[in-house]
């Protein structure tokens, strides 16, 4: 663990923030015309899965967690938890339903994911900007609804409904940012 100021910030490094694992998801440096310049964050609990707001001064201290990463395949749900397995040496992690948040609606069994992970437990994971998911339920278009960007609901493979365009149908792989929940492209196969 090491000792680092607010100006070596990057979204995706992990602090201990009240004696609680976080992780940097976003952070804007403001510099107003009077008074101090300081760092306005948003920090992800790993533990509970949930993302506060908070500023620090700039210059500010703040102790740095590294964490290990582990290319791993999601295997299954199991009550609340998630069980990934290491690819490299079949360890298996579980991460809770809470530390994912709505991220867990777009996990693909079979996919394989970073899990970070701290003192050989699953902690959260590393979503990519963009997840493939096939539309497997979908409504049809309604004759003459084509305003500009008109919208249909989908079910997707993880179970989720997305709002996509109204030329998807069923059997379309499609990219979604789970981040958002929104659609982002079809994807030709």
């Known amino acids: 663990m090491a000792i680092i100021s607010t100006s070596d910030f990057q979204k995706g490094i992990f602090i201990n923030f009240r004696m609680t694992p976080h992780q940097i998801v976003d952070f804007t440096f403001v510099n107003p015309g009077k ?39 999601f295997l299954y749900r199991h009550d609340d938890n998630h069980i990934f397995m290491d690819i490299r040496d079949y360890d298996q992690f579980s991460v809770s339903k809470e530390a994912l ?37 979908s409504q049809e278009a309604i004759a003459g609804d084509t305003v500009m960007g008109a919208k249909k609901t989908v079910t997707l493979e993880t179970g989720v409904k997305v709002n996509v365009p109204l030329f998807i149908k069923p059997g379309d792989l499609v990219a979604i940012d789970p981040e958002t929940g929104t659609y982002l492209e079809r994807i030709s196969s």
Request: net charge positive; proline share 1%.
């Open 35 to 73: 008074g101090s310049a300081f760092i306005r964050t948003k920090l992800k609990n790993l533990i509970n899965g949930k993302v506060t707001e908070f500023t620090f001064k700039s210059g500010e201290k703040v102790e740095e967690i590294l964490m290990e990463v582990h290319e791993s395949q």
């Open 101 to 137: 948040g709505d991220y867990t609606n777009y996990l693909k069994e079979g996919e394989i994911y970073q899990v970070i992970v701290k003192e050989g437990k699953g902690v959260t994971i590393r979503f990519p900007k963009k997840v493939r998911l096939k539309v497997v339920e």
